[in-house]
């Protein structure tokens, strides 16, 4: 993070400019079991893609003024299905639904298979001196024991012990097919959590947009997706709106050519310092991406950011949502995988979203009993291919059914129609599957006849030639120091200005962008609660 986190290898970063002005803390996201591999990690290309395609270019010349960096709160994702399932037939394919656990598997022209990592998930010593119960990062952790009907799949939780602008715990988790995949995937939650923050000595400028006094340019209050102007004016409302007057303490991230671009603070960091509280909006992690140094984690960045501006558009109706048969979706994946995936008690539902960024962003929801009672939950992802995508939203679908299983014991209670955190956004549907019929999920469209492998991977030049120059690729390095001089990880933040993120209180939602116009505050009552934790 700041000056010191900018020289990382691998980042393609120059060195920022002279230094300015500082920063602070905010509080943490709520428990949630995250996926197959970390943010960055959470992803597989396939042997013989060529390298990482998310190194950035060096600055262009000398730089005048500063470029520095921060951030907001967070803001975790997922999504659901059709309301309750009927049970498949033995042997037969539920539209959308689910697959018997041997299918005669169809052979799809052009399907690649789903990338897996070139050489198995391995923990060196480093990561242990990481996870050491007494000097590492986790006051907590360790494998969680699966239920005998549970899909075949390893789970991993931690608590991410406090540390400097973060003073609460952190619950973070994992999910991979072996049980070092599943640790690495919460290892690498954890770092990208443990200090994206402002750090003592790092800079800002303190200024409103109308009086911006660098040479290099800031992003103003058009720029962004906040609130309406008519949740503004609810009584009680606690954020203020961003105006050109608007006095705020601001930090630079970098575009893709490596040139500053100076952001509001809360917008960037997921924890301000002390005694700074946010009052633009709530914090958001989404962005975060870690990975080692040959993970693309400035990809995996933007991949989350369109994929939680695609969650909303599906779900408030700006994007189309298609229904895709299991069988199709998750053709890519080998055959022993999906045997370990499906379970005759589980309905899985595929989507795919139609997203103006990204054509693989998809779906994948869970749906089947449990002692606790009906249990929904949803996995989504955005990836290179259609296929990986798939897979990934499966393995975060089933991921998230243990996190609704734990939170359906603790009783977690919300309202119907508002949930106040992504907790209860998550088990909101097990608590009122009969609300399914009226969402999304149960007016999306047959997916048409699609080849799979007809396109080419979405590299992030064909993302980036997608958001630009319209919303511009905002990245900056937030890797811990105490890890960045190992150099074995790499975390960085990115932000999309322009597009949608997602809100944890269903009274908070970001209503003032194009996904939500042309209505306003009063029409939000007629909205379901999204599922996404």
Same mark, same amino acid.
């Given at each position: 993070?700041?000056?010191?986190r900018a020289h990382e290898p691998g980042l393609g970063l120059a060195p920022a400019p002279a230094p300015r002005r500082a920063l602070r803390g905010l509080p943490a996201a709520?428990?949630?079991?995250?996926?197959?591999?970390?943010?960055?990690?959470?992803?597989?290309?396939?042997?013989?893609?060529?390298?990482?395609?998310?190194?950035?270019?060096?600055?262009?010349?000398?730089?005048?003024?500063?470029?520095? @960096?921060?951030?907001?709160?967070?803001?975790?994702?997922?999504?659901?299905?059709? +309301?309750?399932? $009927?049970?498949?037939?033995?042997?037969?394919?539920?539209?959308?639904?689910?697959?018997?656990?041997?299918?005669?598997?169809?052979?799809?022209?052009?399907?690649?298979?789903?990338?897996?990592?070139?050489?198995?998930?391995?923990?060196?010593?480093?990561?242990?001196? /990481?996870?050491?119960?007494?000097?590492?990062?986790?006051?907590?952790?360790?494998?969680?024991?699966?239920?005998?009907?549970?899909?075949?799949?390893?789970?991993?939780?931690? #608590?991410?012990?406090?540390?400097?602008?973060?003073?609460?715990?952190?619950?973070? +988790?994992?999910?991979?097919? #072996?049980?070092?995949?599943?640790?690495?995937?919460?290892?690498?939650?954890?770092?990208?959590r443990h200090q994206p923050c402002p750090l003592p000595g790092e800079e800002g400028v303190e200024a409103s947009y109308a009086d911006w006094p660098l040479d290099e340019p800031?992003?103003?209050?058009?720029?962004?997706?906040?609130?309406?102007? *008519?949740?503004?004016?609810?009584?009680?409302?606690?954020?203020?709106?961003?105006?050109?007057?608007?006095?705020?303490?601001?930090?630079?991230?970098?575009?893709?050519?490596?040139?500053?671009?100076?952001?509001?603070?809360?917008? +960037?960091?997921? =924890?301000?310092?002390?005694?700074?509280?946010?009052?633009?909006?709530?914090?958001?992690?989404?962005?975060?991406?870690?990975?080692?140094? #040959?993970?693309?984690?400035?990809?995996?960045?933007?991949?989350?950011? !369109?994929?939680?501006?695609?969650?909303?558009?599906?779900?408030?109706?700006? =994007? @189309?949502?298609?229904?895709?048969?299991?069988?199709?979706?998750?053709?890519?994946?080998?055959?022993?995988?999906?045997?370990?995936?499906? %379970?005759?008690?589980?309905?899985?539902?595929?989507?795919?979203?139609?997203? $103006? =960024?990204?054509?693989?962003?998809? /779906?994948?929801?869970?749906?089947?009993?449990?002692?606790?009672?009906?249990?929904?939950?949803?996995?989504?992802?955005?990836?290179?291919?259609?296929?990986?995508?798939?897979?990934?939203?499966?393995?975060?679908?089933?991921?998230?059914?243990? =996190? &609704?299983?734990?939170?359906?014991?603790?009783?977690?209670?919300?309202?119907?129609? %508002?949930?106040?955190?992504?907790?209860?956004?998550?088990?909101?549907?097990?608590?009122?599957?009969?609300?399914?019929?009226?969402?999304?999920?149960?007016?999306?469209?047959?997916?048409?006849?699609?080849?799979?492998?007809?396109?080419?991977?979405? #590299?992030?030049?064909?993302?980036?030639?997608?958001?630009?120059?319209?919303?511009?690729?905002? /990245?900056?390095?937030?890797?811990?120091?105490?890890?960045?001089?190992?150099?074995?990880?790499? !975390?960085?933040?990115? &932000?999309?200005?322009?597009?949608?993120?997602?809100?944890?209180?269903?009274?908070?939602?970001?209503?003032?962008?194009?996904?939500?116009?042309?209505?306003?505050?009063? *029409?939000?009552?007629?909205?379901?609660?999204?599922?996404?934790?």
């Amino acid at each position: 993070m700041g000056h010191d986190r900018a020289h990382e290898p691998g980042l393609g970063l120059a060195p920022a400019p002279a230094p300015r002005r500082a920063l602070r803390g905010l509080p943490a996201a709520p428990l949630r079991a995250p996926l197959a591999l970390p943010r960055a990690l959470r992803r597989a290309r396939s042997p013989g893609r060529g390298p990482a395609a998310d190194s950035l270019p060096r600055r262009r010349g000398g730089a005048p003024g500063a470029a520095r @960096a921060l951030e907001g709160a967070p803001g975790p994702g997922r999504a659901l299905a059709r +309301g309750p399932v $009927p049970a498949p037939a033995p042997g037969r394919e539920q539209p959308g639904g689910q697959l018997s656990p041997s299918p005669a598997r169809a052979r799809l022209r052009g399907v690649r298979p789903v990338a897996l990592r070139k050489e198995p998930a391995v923990l060196d010593a480093h990561d242990r001196d /990481v996870l050491d119960p007494l000097t590492g990062l986790f006051k907590g952790l360790g494998p969680l024991a699966p239920r005998p009907s549970d899909p075949d799949l390893q789970l991993w939780a931690g #608590t991410l012990a406090p540390a400097g602008a973060r003073h609460v715990d952190v619950a973070v +988790g994992g999910a991979g097919w #072996t049980q070092a995949a599943a640790t690495l995937a919460g290892l690498g939650e954890g770092i990208e959590r443990h200090q994206p923050c402002p750090l003592p000595g790092e800079e800002g400028v303190e200024a409103s947009y109308a009086d911006w006094p660098l040479d290099e340019p800031a992003l103003g209050p058009e720029s962004w997706v906040l609130f309406h102007p *008519e949740q503004h004016a609810r009584e009680g409302f606690p954020f203020r709106p961003f105006t050109p007057a608007t006095r705020l303490r601001w930090t630079s991230f970098r575009d893709l050519e490596g040139e500053p671009r100076w952001i509001p603070e809360e917008l +960037g960091f997921l =924890y301000l310092r002390a005694g700074q509280d946010h009052v633009l909006s709530p914090g958001i992690s989404t962005g975060l991406a870690a990975g080692r140094l #040959t993970d693309p984690v400035v990809l995996r960045g933007v991949q989350e950011v !369109v994929e939680r501006d695609g969650l909303m558009g599906f779900w408030w109706g700006s =994007y @189309a949502l298609e229904r895709w048969p299991l069988e199709r979706a998750l053709a890519a994946l080998p055959a022993p995988l999906l045997e370990r995936l499906l %379970r005759p008690q589980l309905t899985l539902s595929c989507y795919r979203v139609e997203s $103006p =960024y990204s054509r693989n962003l998809c /779906v994948v929801t869970c749906q089947g009993p449990e002692r606790e009672g009906l249990c929904f939950s949803a996995g989504a992802a955005c990836r290179e291919t259609l296929g990986d995508a798939f897979a990934k939203a499966a393995v975060e679908a089933v991921q998230g059914r243990s =996190y &609704v299983r734990w939170l359906l014991t603790r009783g977690v209670p919300p309202e119907p129609g %508002r949930p106040r955190d992504f907790s209860e956004h998550a088990v909101f549907f097990s608590r009122f599957p009969e609300a399914l019929e009226r969402t999304a999920f149960a007016r999306a469209q047959p997916a048409p006849e699609r080849d799979f492998g007809g396109e080419a991977p979405e #590299t992030l030049a064909v993302l980036r030639a997608r958001l630009e120059p319209a919303h511009p690729i905002l /990245v900056r390095s937030m890797t811990p120091l105490d890890l960045a001089r190992d150099r074995r990880w790499r !975390v960085v933040k990115v &932000v999309i200005p322009g597009l949608q993120a997602m809100h944890g209180n269903h009274e908070l939602p970001l209503l003032g962008g194009p996904l939500w116009r042309p209505r306003g505050w009063s *029409e939000w009552s007629e909205v379901i609660p999204h599922p996404f934790p």
